[in-house]
């Protein structure tokens, strides 16, 4: 079973910020959260992961809870190519050499005009 | 990033009749490819790891002998959906590791979308 709760859709305006939110609360200290999204009818696309602390890339950020129990996927300036299914993946360390992805509902995020 | 590409994009076919998928990463070498099935409006379901060189791991209810795998070289795996019916039509989608990063993200392929008549 996946390890993550999300919210099953969420609208956004376009340029403005979407925040998505994850609950996982059983996460284990070696885990890290992933973030992919699937624009329709395509396979999933990596955003960004993160262990601890806050991440940034070019494409989000990830700002995860002191307790970790759960993170917030921001994208700054959303637009209509955002919209997708956005998957919060819980998953152990990169260097654990298990790389099993259990997928969620996700949330799907519809990004208006 | 890492190129996972999948072939065909979409096919339909007779019920009864088998049919293959193929994935490929083209720019590195995956040692264990992973393949999902995703219903409409529905989320990925992992449907079993693929070693190359060895026998794939199937995900409990997934029959071995429905959806044969075969990972023969460090590029390639495929899926053979074996004596299709409709209940089969999906969206078959592949992934893969690239070993040289050590990031844990996973490369997915564009998808197969399989139609059964």
């Known amino acids: 079973d996946a390890k993550t709760t999300q919210p099953p859709s969420m609208d956004c305006a376009e340029g403005r910020a979407a925040n998505l939110p994850c609950n996982h609360s059983?996460?284990?200290?070696?885990?890290?959260v992933y973030w992919y999204r699937q624009i329709h009818s395509q396979g999933p696309q990596y955003i960004i992961h993160?262990?601890?602390n806050n991440e940034t890339n070019e494409m989000a950020s990830l700002i995860i809870t002191e307790d970790r129990k759960s993170s917030t996927l921001i994208l700054p300036h959303a637009t209509l190519r955002d919209t997708a299914v956005y998957y919060c993946?819980?998953?152990?360390?990169?260097?654990?050499?298990?790389?099993?992805?259990?997928f969620g509902t996700g949330t799907r995020l519809k990004v208006l005009a | 990033g890492a190129v996972v590409s999948q072939h065909p994009s979409w096919v339909i076919c007779k019920s009864g009749t088998s049919v293959k998928i193929e994935c490929r990463s083209l720019?590195?070498?995956?040692?264990?490819m992973f393949w999902y099935r995703q219903f409409p409006k529905q989320s990925l379901m992992l449907m079993a790891t693929?070693?190359?060189?060895?026998?794939?791991?199937?995900e409990q209810g997934v029959e071995k002998d429905k959806f044969l795998i075969n990972h023969a070289s460090l590029t390639l795996s495929t899926l053979t959906v074996t004596s299709a019916h409709p209940e089969d039509s999906s969206f078959y989608i592949c992934?893969?590791?690239?070993?040289?990063?050590?990031?844990?993200?996973?490369?997915f392929g564009e998808g197969s979308r399989l139609t059964v008549l």
């Open positions: 992934s893969a590791r690239d070993g040289r990063r050590n990031t844990g993200e996973l490369f």
């Open positions: 059983t996460i284990s200290g070696n885990e890290y």
């Open positions: 993160g262990l601890k």
């Open positions: 993946i819980v998953r152990p360390s990169p260097t654990s050499g298990t790389y099993k992805y259990i």
């Open positions: 720019d590195f070498q995956a040692t264990t």
């Open positions: 693929s070693n190359e060189g060895s026998k794939a791991t199937y």
